[in-house]
Structure formats: structure tokens, C-alpha cells
């Protein structure tokens, strides 16, 4: 079955601009998650949603960044106002439910930002 | 995470030798996640440990761990190039339900 997949797969933007990025999580997967992973700082925890709970948010780096889940499937990440520490590989990962479970990652959208 | 600490941070290994990394956690573990990530790719599950003293092989990978010491291993065994790659072990904590930290990872680098 498909697994995880993320658009685009690369973005390059001015700083000061907002981007968007997509995540479509495996179908039937309750729980979808956020990480962001950078030269320096390795893989860190940005902020996850589970069914229709309000998403855990206490990753997420400044109030420049933002995260919704449409219907319980596709998420979008928004970073508005990017700046140049922004620049990273934004990975999104899903699983049948949150808690203990193996989380099956995507490819990831590596944003830079000049 | 400084609760995840991950060593080596690289190591190069001649095809056909063995190699191990090892991740120690500062806290209790619930879990213990090992992924592989190849440059411009996702992480791809390898083993997932839950139980002190537990191991797990698949193919030339095997992974331990270590209840008291809160560490982990993973061990690979005659080397070949398709072991290259950066691994990351990750974590589950008790006090942080759905949230896996990452230890920094290794890069693995397979020479002929």
C-alpha cells in the first residue's frame, strides 16, 4: 500500500515568506506527526495530532509556526515569516494510534531559506 | 536529545566487518525505536525493543537491549553497502505519550 508521502520534496523561499507544507499520511492512520530535523539539533519533535483531540503543540519552535489536519488525513505545516534557522528537512510520520507505536515516516520536504 | 545519547556519531567500516552503535538513555525507556536514513529519504523502521533484555535480529542486524544500563545496541555483522546510512535510535518516554525522541544519529560509511 502506499506509505506516507510529502509535498514538495524541496522548497527553497525568500526569508520573510510563509510556505506550506503537505503531508498525506497512510490511510486509516489516526495519528500523524510532525518532526523537523536539522544540522546541529538532529531530529526533534514539532507537534502531532490524534483523531479529533486538540494536536500536542509543545514542540513547535515560536508562534510563527502552525499545523492543522483536514478531515483526520492530510496535514499542512505552515511557517510564516521564514526565517534562515528555518532551513531543515521537515519529516511527517503517521500510525494507527498514537501512543507506543511504530511511526511510519515520509521522505521528508527539505526547506531552505535564503 | 540530550536524554538520548547516540555513539558513535560516525564510523567507517570496511566491507565484511562488524560495527555497533549504541544509545544510552538518561530515563526510564518505554521503547526503544532503531530507523535507517538514507540522504533524501524518510527513516525506515528496522527494530523496535520494549522488554530489558530483549533482542531482535533481522538479516545481518541485531538489536539488544539493556534494561539496567538503558542502553541499547545495534549490531551489524559483515558489513556491505547497502548498510550505509545514518541510524537513529529513538525513544519513548512514560511522561511523553506519542512523542519519540531521537538520539543524534550515526553515520555509517561501508568502504570496499
Known amino acids: 500500500g502506499a506509505g506516507v508521502s510529502q509535498s514538495p520534496s524541496n522548497k527553497v523561499t525568500e526569508k520573510g515568506k510563509d510556505v506550506e507544507l503537505r503531508c498525506d499520511p497512510i490511510s486509516g492512520h489516526t495519528a500523524l506527526y510532525w518532526y523537523r530535523q536539522s544540522l546541529g539539533q538532529g531530529l526533534e519533535f514539532l507537534i502531532y495530532f490524534q483523531g479529533n483531540s486538540a494536536p500536542d503543540k509543545s514542540g513547535l519552535p515560536s508562534d510563527r509556526f502552525s499545523a492543522e489536519r483536514t478531515g483526520g488525513s492530510v496535514s499542512t505545516l505552515t511557517i510564516q515569516r521564514t526565517q534562515q534557522e528555518d532551513s531543515a528537512v521537515y519529516l511527517c510520520?503517521?500510525?494507527?494510534?498514537?501512543?507506543?507505536?511504530?511511526?511510519?515516516f515520509g521522505p521528508g520536504t527539505r526547506l531552505t531559506v535564503l | 536529545s540530550q536524554e538520548l545519547e547516540q555513539s558513535p556519531q560516525s564510523l567507517i567500516v570496511q566491507e565484511g566487518k562488524n560495527l555497533t552503535i549504541n544509545c544510552t538513555s538518561s530515563k526510564t525507556l518505554y521503547g526503544l525505536y532503531w530507523y535507517k536514513q538514507k540522504y533524501g529519504e524518510g527513516l525506515i523502521f528496522l527494530m523496535m525493543l520494549q522488554k530489558g533484555g530483549e533482542e531482535k535480529s533481522h538479516e545481518k542486524i541485531t538489536a539488544k537491549l539493556d534494561e539496567k544500563k538503558q542502553q541499547s545496541s545495534l549490531h551489524i555483522t559483515a558489513s556491505q553497502p547497502s548498510h550505509a546510512g545514518i541510524y537513529l535510535c529513538?525513544?519513548?518516554?512514560?511522561?511523553?505519550?506519542?512523542?519519540?525522541?531521537f538520539g543524534a544519529g550515526t553515520q555509517v560509511v561501508v568502504t570496499p
Open positions: 510520520a503517521s500510525s494507527p494510534s498514537s501512543g507506543y507505536n511504530e511511526q511510519f
Open positions: 529513538g525513544a519513548y518516554y512514560t511522561d511523553s505519550w506519542g512523542k519519540l525522541q
